[in-house]
């Protein structure tokens, strides 16, 4: 849509020269000059009453053509970032199929990653033009009420005048017409700028709706991808440099010289060792655990225990069918990391810790005999736990059981455990949890044994818990929760991929994630 400036633009200088000659002398041949039975002081009057109305039209004209302009400047910018976006989805798409052979795409991948953050930010200034366009339409159409208004007020005022300078009357017809035309031609101007930015809208939001659903599937796929692909290439640099171990004997011996800096390559293969730290990293220099992206580097049947060491990482590695927990800190041991890890088939619990500080990142933790995850404490001491897209399931105890405990949990499906999904006994430090799925659990989804310390729930979903949703907290009303059907894709197998029916993967489709997933 082309603004023709020169008709605009005519429009308000029509009415200056209008509003100009009313308050300045004018000639008896002027159409705004009184004649026969008015008097100079009842014209003054006229003059001083319907000079605000023009002041107030011109005004609304400005207003109008300024909001003309946004709006085909808006336009054009719009169609711009959705052929922009367009040309981006291609260029994921044939990423995401280059990464099957992630091996041997390096440049392909690092494009591709620059792509995807451009599509990120070309959609989001796509939606905040729209939102501008959507505002400027409510603001035409408040002028065009505006205006209709004013014209009411001229008719008046014309009409007023008239009346009392018979028998000639204040203004010709042709004086009435000359005005109202240019109210007209204002009036007319926003509706249609009105329904040009209406319909526009429509378009481009069904539009972006439906690419954005095939975008951020693409999105999605590409980022695994590209998480796989940097494991790969962390393990291959590893594989280079430094020899893997190969037997739980090795495991163990290179697990007690390890200091600050150094990688325990585990490569693929089954490990049994009772491992037990002697040095702590640093955080510039922590002690790295490095499995194989794949998850083929298992430690099973082992006692693993960590008591008073610190900045350990552990990476693409299984615990599994221990007797004890999956693995035990204890003690004070501080930034301790499980990324990539699976705790599962564990005789106690996934994990124990106790009086520790840890960070868990994009994990399964499951099929347990006792907790998924249990926090404990000393009476000195606190453990401080963060926790993001971790999957919590079929645990028979509780998904979490926490004593104490500063927990912050995001992006967790907490789901299908034996009792309840979080267990918070004597929270006395704050505990955040958003963005999670807490559901099918057999006892409530949150239980509180005593109601102390801050304690926030948002963005979170909660579906079919035995009990109910809370416990032991009836002074908590939770703000920004949901209570849909997620629709798993395979509960028995502890997938928890969310099926299309659900609404939950309709807010994905979005942007908004909530729960696990698999990335």
Known sequence: MRIKNLAYFALPVQLILLICSMNSCVERNNPWDPVNTCSPEQKNLIIEQTAPIFDSILAASASVLAGAVAIDSLYRGVQMSNDSIDSVNASNRLANSAMDSLNSVIDSANLSGSLCDSSTKKELKAHMELLKIAGLVDSLAMLHNRIGVDSLKIISLIKSGNDRCQPSGLYSSDDEDSLLRILSGFSDSISTFAQNATRYDSLISDSANESLRQRNEDIMAYNAAVHRYNDSIQFNIAFC???????????????????????????????????????????????????????????????????????????????????????????????????????????????????????????????????????????????????????????????????????????????????????????????????????????????????????????????????????????????????????????????????????????????????????
């Open 241 to 519: 440099n430094i020899a893997p171990v190969v037997t739980g004997d090795s495991l163990l011996k290179r697990v007690q010289e390890a200091r600050a800096g150094d990688t325990v390559l585990l490569d693929t293969g089954v490990f049994t060792a009772p491992l037990r730290f002697t040095h702590s990293g640093t955080v510039d220099q922590p002690i790295l655990m490095l499995g194989s992206p794949d998850l083929r580097s298992r430690i099973v049947q082992s006692d693993i225990f960590i008591s008073n060491i610190n900045f350990i990482y552990f990476r693409n590695l299984v615990f599994e069918e221990s007797p004890v927990d999956g693995i035990k800190l204890e003690d004070g041991s501080q930034g301790c990391e499980f990324v990539n890890c699976i705790f599962r088939s564990n005789g106690s619990h996934g994990l124990s810790i106790v009086d520790s500080d840890i960070k868990i990142r994009n994990s399964r933790i499951y099929n347990n005999i006792g907790s998924g995850i249990h926090i404990s404490s000393s009476i000195s001491e606190h453990s401080r736990i963060d926790i993001s897209n971790t999957l919590i399931a079929h645990n028979r105890l509780n998904g979490i059981n926490s004593l104490t405990a500063q927990l912050d949990l995001s992006w967790l499906t907490v789901s299908d455990n034996g009792q309840d999904g979080l267990r918070l006994k004597v929270p006395k430090l704050p505990i955040t949890i958003r963005n999670c799925l807490i559901t099918y659990n057999e006892g409530y989804a949150i239980s509180r044994e005593r109601v102390d310390g801050e304690f926030t729930v948002a963005e979170t979903n909660f579906f079919a818990n035995a009990d109910g949703i809370f416990d032991g907290d009836t002074a908590y009303t939770p703000q920004s929760t949901f209570l849909y059907d997620p629709f798993y894709i395979d509960r028995a197998t502890n997938d928890y991929g969310i099926d299309t029916p659900s609404v939950i993967y309709e807010l994905e489709q979005l942007g908004v994630i909530i729960g696990f997933r698999n990335r």
